[in-house]
């Protein structure tokens, strides 16, 4: 007769040097990782336009996703995204190495399974359960101090909105407003023409924080003296927390709100 083996010993370890090449996936890992067990993230997770957790980052060894120095530093598991370089991934996995793939967040479903995901991959269940308390204790917030209902018209660089689908239309409905590219019927990211959204005259304007070390076309639209006349409706909402699901992702709906109700105050 076999041994008893105990359901726990019989489960697959703790992974012990976690890699990371993916911003969201970086994120996610620092926010539950045990002490000692995230070796490395990605260099984009040190940078102040695109991630929240700039401080925390400076604490591991920093990557540019390359698989020659992934090789080198021998992890038992590599988070990446599903947009991670294709060949990267496929000569880490042909090298016997360990990868999972998380896919963008695009709902608020979307970041409670990624939470719960990295939970059990890290063999930090009780941590992913906290953040995912925090995350429905915030939603809970917002949709009890809903503002008036307002238009929100997302507009990025090069005359981008976001409609259905995407993460930044999760946030302006988690924020109790309408989004105006949910109104025109569009789906994920696509252009917004000037004209139109002016003509739609939306409450409020959302901007990205991005900017550029040049003068760019990509900006052009909004020096347009059209668009500057509804400059007082328009807040920057930094990219950072846009880019990423998580419970940090909830101060974007946060500062709408703020913004439907008149006010302006500065970025936490």
Excluded: W
């Excluded at 490395?40 to 700039?54: C, K």
């Excluded at 060949?87 to 939470?115: H, K, M």
Aim: proline share 7%.
């Amino acid at each position: 007769m076999p041994a008893f083996v105990p359901a726990a010993a019989a489960a697959d370890p703790p992974p012990q040097r976690v890699v990371s090449i993916n911003l969201c996936t970086d994120q996610l890992a620092m926010l539950m990782a045990a002490p000692g067990q995230l070796r490395s993230v990605s260099f984009l997770a040190s940078e102040e336009g695109t991630s929240v957790m700039v401080e925390e980052a400076a604490q591991y060894r920093p990557n540019s996703g390359q698989a020659e120095e992934i090789f080198l530093m021998q992890p038992d598991l590599v988070l990446a995204g599903t947009y991670t370089a294709k060949a990267t991934v496929a000569l880490l996995r042909e090298l016997g190495f360990r990868v999972e793939q998380f896919t963008p967040a695009a709902s608020f479903d979307d970041v409670r399974e990624n939470l719960t995901r990295m939970g059990r991959l890290l063999h930090r269940e009780q941590r992913a359960g906290e953040l995912v308390a925090e995350l429905d204790k915030g939603l809970a917030d917002l949709a009890a101090h809903h503002p008036p209902a307002r238009t929100v018209a997302i507009y990025y660089a090069n005359s981008y909105t976001s409609g259905s689908g995407t993460l930044a239309d999760a946030i302006v409905q988690a924020a109790g407003l309408v989004n105006l590219g949910d109104t025109l019927g569009f789906k994920g990211m696509t252009r917004l023409p000037l004209e139109l959204l002016i003509s739609a005259n939306p409450d409020i304007i959302l901007e990205g924080d991005s900017q550029y070390s040049a003068p760019a076309l990509a900006k052009a639209n909004f020096s347009h003296p059209a668009f500057r006349a509804l400059s007082d409706r328009a807040i920057a909402v930094p990219d950072k927390y846009t880019i990423c699901g998580a419970p940090f992702t909830l101060e974007a709906s946060r500062m709408l709100q703020r913004a439907a109700r008149g006010e302006r105050g500065e970025t936490p």
